[in-house]
């Protein structure tokens, strides 16, 4: 069975610029959330998505957004990067019955310079 | 909103030595379930296990063990005779509440558990 695949697993992008991660959960997922990762503040939420609709969102600007596909794949925007936005971006998938518990991919390695 | 507290930010064991990582969490929910997470040097959150917050029933998995205290607010993790392998950092996180919409994880700082042969 295969995981949760996040691409790129590395980009490097100037500030400014604008930038598209994409996570494609376990086949039967349909929800996907997506965390923030960094040295400083942690493992931090973003959203999560369910049948195509945002549930729920965390406590970060409007540049974050984010959508979900008929398919359940999933990506996330930046715009207008930021050097703090330089992180490891988590995705994690899980089944109709969250308890159950949240896969998560390898993450995509953002740097912002 | 739910808080974790993993006071010991590194540990250092030699293999075969039991280890238990501490975490304490904050919750004005009644009914809850939570998690252990591990995070290699590869970057993955890999699951190690999970606890509903009205069965305090503590359980062995193979070399894995937990502590859960509901009137405490704490859920420990113990690894059993310790392996290198097992150096990674650990995180706790709480979430999600039952019966609400409410489905994140919220994760503690996490505690870097490094093993030595």
């Known amino acids: 069975k295969a995981g949760v695949t996040q691409t790129p697993r590395y980009l490097i992008k100037t500030r400014g610029q604008q930038v598209t991660l994409s996570c494609s959960p376990i086949?039967?997922?349909?929800?996907v959330s997506w965390y923030q990762q960094t040295p400083g503040q942690g493992l931090q939420f973003l959203f999560e998505y369910f049948s195509e609709t945002q549930r729920n969102k965390g406590n970060f600007p409007g540049r974050f957004s984010g959508r979900q596909f008929s398919n359940s794949r999933s990506e996330m925007n930046v715009s207008t990067l930021e050097l703090g936005d330089s992180a490891l971006y988590l995705c994690?998938?899980?089944?109709?019955?969250?308890?159950?518990?949240?896969?998560f991919g390898s993450g995509t390695r953002l740097t912002v310079v | 909103a739910q808080k974790v507290t993993q006071a010991q930010t590194e540990i250092s064991v030699v293999e075969k030595e039991d280890v238990t990582l501490d975490c304490v969490y904050e919750t004005r929910d009644t009914t809850y379930y939570l998690f252990w997470y591990k995070q290699p040097p590869s970057g993955e959150l890999v699951f190690l296990i999970r606890r509903n917050s009205f069965d305090e029933q503590n359980e062995i998995s193979g070399r894995y063990s937990w502590n859960f205290q509901k009137s405490t607010s704490s859920f420990n993790f113990t690894i059993t005779a310790s392996q290198v392998v097992d150096s990674a950092v650990y995180f706790c996180?709480?979430?999600?509440?039952?019966?609400?919409?409410?489905?994140?994880?919220?994760f503690g700082k996490g505690t870097m558990l490094l093993v030595s042969p």
């Open positions: 994690a998938s899980s089944q109709s019955d969250r308890a159950r518990g949240y896969t």
């Open positions: 086949s039967g997922h349909r929800s």
């Open positions: 996180a709480p979430g999600p509440v039952m019966n609400s919409g409410y489905s994140t994880l919220t």
